[in-house]
């Protein structure tokens, strides 16, 4: 049994799961972390965040959650996710869209951390942990960069 606050709620794990992620989608309905390796934690999709940092959760067992405080894309308010889906589809950053939970959950953390400061070479080193295969990395750097500097681009409309 483990206990943990989930998005501002505090839940108890019961059943006997090989990692966070699955304890989470499975038990627990968060379906933002997504699968898409575990447990080798190399593509980042199942990023969440544990304690203020950004977590890759196929790589840490449930047990490991016990006491923590743990936030996913569902706890974001509404207002944050919005901006970033705007700033994501403004400038390209989003296609399929696997990946994209993971990379907002990090973005988050980065922003927060570093705010108007974070430098773009900082960005793409922690990104690295997240693997697209459908847009590159200039893109969702681009996003990730007017987050930061809290310039939402607007998205544009083909005429």
Same mark, same amino acid.
């Given at each position: 049994?483990?206990?943990?606050?989930?998005?501002?709620?505090?839940?108890?794990? @019961?059943?006997?799961?090989?990692?966070?992620?699955?304890?989470?989608?499975d038990e627990l309905g968060i379906l933002s972390a997504k699968d898409g390796c575990s447990p080798s934690g190399q593509c980042g999709c $199942?990023?969440?965040?544990?304690?203020?940092?950004?977590r890759i959760s $196929?790589?840490? /067992?449930?047990?490991?959650?016990?006491?923590?405080?743990?936030?996913? @894309?569902?706890?974001?308010? /509404?207002?944050?996710?919005?901006?970033?889906?705007?700033?994501?589809?403004? $400038?390209?950053?989003?296609?399929c869209g696997f990946c994209t939970p993971g990379i907002m959950i990090r973005t988050k953390v980065l922003v927060d951390k570093k705010g108007p400061e974070l430098e773009r070479e900082y960005a793409a080193r922690h990104l690295g942990a997240h693997l697209c295969r459908c847009t590159g990395y200039?893109?969702? @750097?681009d996003a990730v960069e007017a987050l930061a500097k809290g310039e939402i681009p607007e998205e544009e409309h083909g005429a």
């Amino acid at each position: 049994m483990t206990t943990f606050e989930l998005n501002g709620k505090e839940v108890t794990v @019961l059943g006997d799961h090989p990692h966070l992620l699955a304890a989470l989608r499975d038990e627990l309905g968060i379906l933002s972390a997504k699968d898409g390796c575990s447990p080798s934690g190399q593509c980042g999709c $199942c990023t969440v965040i544990m304690d203020g940092k950004a977590r890759i959760s $196929c790589q840490l /067992s449930a047990e490991r959650a016990n006491g923590a405080t743990i936030q996913t @894309l569902e706890g974001l308010d /509404s207002e944050e996710i919005n901006k970033m889906g705007q700033a994501f589809a403004a $400038c390209g950053a989003l296609q399929c869209g696997f990946c994209t939970p993971g990379i907002m959950i990090r973005t988050k953390v980065l922003v927060d951390k570093k705010g108007p400061e974070l430098e773009r070479e900082y960005a793409a080193r922690h990104l690295g942990a997240h693997l697209c295969r459908c847009t590159g990395y200039v893109k969702i @750097l681009d996003a990730v960069e007017a987050l930061a500097k809290g310039e939402i681009p607007e998205e544009e409309h083909g005429a």
